[in-house]
């Protein structure tokens, strides 16, 4: 079992940065990939960003390459998504979630969620 809290949200203008943390309980942190979703009001939940088991590979969407960072620390046990260069478009409830699978980043396959925490990127 693994649990994962959120923080780090917030207002900001556009073209301003956040940094987004996921603190997770249990010994096994290092076994789940880690990855970054968000749902913007009236869309669906989609991906962000991913890491792999070791960090040694992360991945993104197109609209955000160049823009965000993922990364993770195994001995804090935890996942953040350093934002940079806001668009009013990223304004969504970010959520962090773990999974166990080896491939593909469908909220299908994600084990685990956090609550989401808000981020808002005023114009």
């Known amino acids: 079992q693994v649990q994962l809290v959120e923080s780090g949200g917030g207002l900001v203008q556009a073209g301003g940065s956040l940094r987004l943390s996921c603190a997770a309980s249990?010994?096994?942190?290092?076994?789940?990939?880690m990855g970054w979703f968000r749902q913007a009001p009236g869309k669906e939940r989609e991906f962000v960003a991913g890491?792999?088991?070791?960090?040694?590979?992360?991945y993104y969407i197109d609209s955000v390459k160049g823009r965000f960072t993922i990364s993770r620390d195994n001995a804090k046990n935890t996942a953040d998504l350093q934002m940079n260069g806001l668009k009013p478009e990223d304004t969504a409830v970010y959520y962090c979630?773990?999974?166990?699978?080896?491939?593909?980043?469908?909220?299908?396959?994600?084990?685990?969620w956090g609550n989401g925490t808000l981020v808002t990127v005023s114009s």
């Open positions: 890491i792999s088991w070791s960090g040694g590979r992360t």
């Open positions: 979630a773990a999974t166990g699978a080896p491939a593909a980043w469908n909220t299908s396959e994600m084990d685990y």
């Open positions: 249990g010994r096994t942190f290092s076994s789940y990939r």
